[in-house]
């Protein structure tokens, strides 16, 4: 081999080059795109659905259980017209105002596929989109926690008529329909689709619904709609299969016999959790811990063991059971912690005229104001 000649790849010609890359274009990682660009910080957001994609795809009309004054971002307030709890709508109808207000760089509908280190400068990374390469000294991994629905992990719910989500209730009207849960999803859902007609069935793996973990207004008309059997409870049960024309669920009786049920339903609904996309961790080789492979990170400035790989928002959290931890309304420090570490190696600081006329961000009153009295 000569000299001059190299194995190593030679690194992607970039078809635009910025400071910072976001991937994720909901609440978190607008509002660390917002601050970082008010520190004159180039901050580009990709994200592979639409604006807010995560709560996009909840059902219409569902409320958030935090407050307002806890899920508002970047320092803008969020207000409802009747002073309730944000609803799904209301949401992001917010998050696109904010977006335009701040003039958000967002590229919806264009999902990151690779991230790589420049091979002559590992403090350089490469970040692939379709086929777009936009080079960047700094990505955030602002990814969420709830990408893909839990598996039931039995024959048949790859079918037609079996939904990790609730859609449209308007589409149940009339129909039967086993909903496979005892937590807030599930319960909000049962309810839901009572008062639209549908036939409901409760499948949940424990005698009795759980204390926690069920809004405090859900509870009350969950438990009187099961003790008038107006929705039928079957607690301690089990799906152990599905067909097209039924299920069969396993079921322990107060004596402790067992027994399966055949039972058909038009629509079943595993609303059971959803798990973390951890793609980009394992391709980065980000080092995970237990539980729900949470990526190991250092608390005050938000970076992993890769020098300029950061995690933000929910996906600090991995993949979180029925017990949450990590919620947006404690996730708004990471835009400041993240910016601060940036602007300590001298990224950004360049564009003073727009940090005279940013807003400020969520200040830390207000912080601790949440984490001395949280809603959780």
């Known amino acids: 081999m000569k000299p001059s000649e190299s194995t ?42 639409p604006l807010g994609h995560t709560i996009s795809w909840w059902a219409p009309q569902t409320r958030w259980f935090s407050s307002n004054d806890r899920i508002s971002i970047a320092g803008v307030p969020l207000n409802t017209i009747d002073q309730a709890k944000a609803s799904r709508e209301e949401y992001l109808n917010y998050l696109r105002s904010v977006v335009d207000q701040f003039d958000v760089p967002v590229e919806t509908f264009s999902k990151v596929d690779k991230i790589e280190a420049r091979p002559d400068d590992p403090r350089r990374w490469q970040v692939q989109v379709r086929s777009k390469w936009i080079e960047a000294s700094a990505v955030v991994l602002a990814i969420g926690g709830t990408d893909h629905p839990n598996r039931l992990n039995v024959p048949g719910e790859d079918l037609p008529h079996v939904d990790g989500y609730l859609r449209e209730a308007h589409h149940y009207h009339g129909r039967r329909v086993l909903i496979v849960g005892g937590r807030n999803s599930a319960v909000e859902a049962a309810i839901r689709l009572h008062r639209v007609g549908a036939k409901v069935t409760l499948s949940y793996h424990r005698e009795e619904l759980p204390e926690a973990s069920i809004k405090y207004w859900l509870r009350p008309e969950i438990d009187g709609l099961i003790r008038s059997k107006a929705i039928e409870a079957l607690f301690e049960s089990r799906v152990t299969a599905i067909t097209p024309e039924r299920v069969d669920l396993d079921q322990t009786l107060p004596d402790g016999r067992h027994h399966t049920l055949h039972m058909h339903f038009d629509d079943v609904l595993t609303l059971i959790g959803y798990e973390q996309d951890k793609t980009l961790f394992k391709q980065l080789g980000i080092r995970m811990e237990d539980p729900g492979g949470k990526p190991i990170y250092n608390d005050e400035t938000m970076e992993t063991e890769l020098p300029g790989i950061y995690v933000a928002g929910t996906a600090v959290g991995g993949t979180q059971s029925s017990k949450y931890q990590v919620f947006l309304e404690n996730c708004h420090v990471h835009a400041a912690k993240i910016t601060k570490h940036l602007l300590e190696y001298g990224i950004g600081s360049r564009n003073t005229d727009a940090k005279r006329q940013a807003k400020p961000s969520a200040t830390p009153e207000l912080n601790r104001q949440i984490e001395m009295n949280p809603e959780s």
């Open 8 to 49: 190593d790849p030679a690194p992607h010609e970039p078809n635009r080059v910025c400071d910072v890359v976001v991937v994720g274009g909901g609440p978190i990682g607008i509002e660390t795109a917002i601050e970082m660009r008010r520190n004159g910080i180039d901050a580009l957001v990709f994200e592979a659905g």
